[in-house]
């Protein structure tokens, strides 16, 4: 399976043209001048969203703070370390440019930093690991031991699913409780089911049967 390349352009078009992209009513959106947030008849209300990364960084300002009292555990949420774990929280409910900004969110920090040359702090890097994975999901399944309001899980990582049985079941165990699950597929080019430099691959959990 493979992804066409995407094309990143200057920023030229209006603030809110990701979620023009994503709507079945584009007249829903204001012109290129005004740039009007996103308008839809749900917003997410009543929706939960949880998303797997590096953490969350609200704003100092209340005024430019995108997730507010819907950040359902912002006291418990370290803050991210690159700014990947803010961006998609707030791409996916901010109060102005979210596509669910009405939606409750949950960020769970399951990246850890590192250096890839740690005698010169070079190359640094965040990647998650297998054990804070996997306690975001109890905690996830703690919260919603019965899926009634729409749940969506969000991971915006990839592994190596070969070597991730016990990721398998618990995402498995997610999809048959009735969570949607969101994940990444086709980062830095890397093929998601098949052979990469003849050896064979499954990049998941978007490679994963399910």
């Keep these: 399976m493979r992804f066409a390349a995407v094309t990143y ?3 030229d078009r209006p603030r809110n043209w990701g979620l023009a992209k994503i709507s079945s009513t584009p007249e829903e959106f204001a012109s ?8 839809s008849s749900s917003l997410g209300k009543g929706t939960n969203i949880y998303i797997l990364d590096d953490g969350y960084t609200p704003a100092t300002n209340p005024h430019t703070d995108q997730l507010g009292e819907r950040l359902k555990n912002r006291d ?7 700014g990947h774990g803010t961006m998609v929280a707030d791409l996916a409910a901010g109060r102005d440019l979210g ?9 769970y920090k399951v990246c850890r930093g590192f250096y890839e040359k740690p005698e010169t702090l070079e190359g640094y890097k965040t990647l998650p690991t297998s054990d804070a ?31 991730a049985e016990n990721l398998k079941k618990t995402i498995k165990s997610a999809f048959d409780a009735g969570f ?4 990444a597929a086709g ?5 998601v089911v098949g ?12 490679g994963f049967p399910g």
């Design 133 to 163: 994975v996997l306690a975001a999901f109890e905690n996830i399944f703690y919260r919603n031991p019965i899926v009634e309001d729409p749940s969506i899980i969000n991971r915006s990582f990839e592994v190596e699913m070969n070597k």
């Design 187 to 191: 980062n830095n080019e890397v093929e």
């Design 76 to 82: 418990a949420v370290p803050k991210s370390e690159n």
């Design 99 to 107: 596509a669910a900004p009405e939606a409750n969110v949950y960020v």
């Design 32 to 39: 290129p001048v005004t740039g009007t947030q996103y308008s």
């Design 195 to 206: 052979e990469q430099n003849g050896v064979s691959s499954n990049i998941g959990p978007a």
């Design 180 to 183: 949607i699950i969101v994940v």
């Design 9 to 11: 352009t200057k920023r």
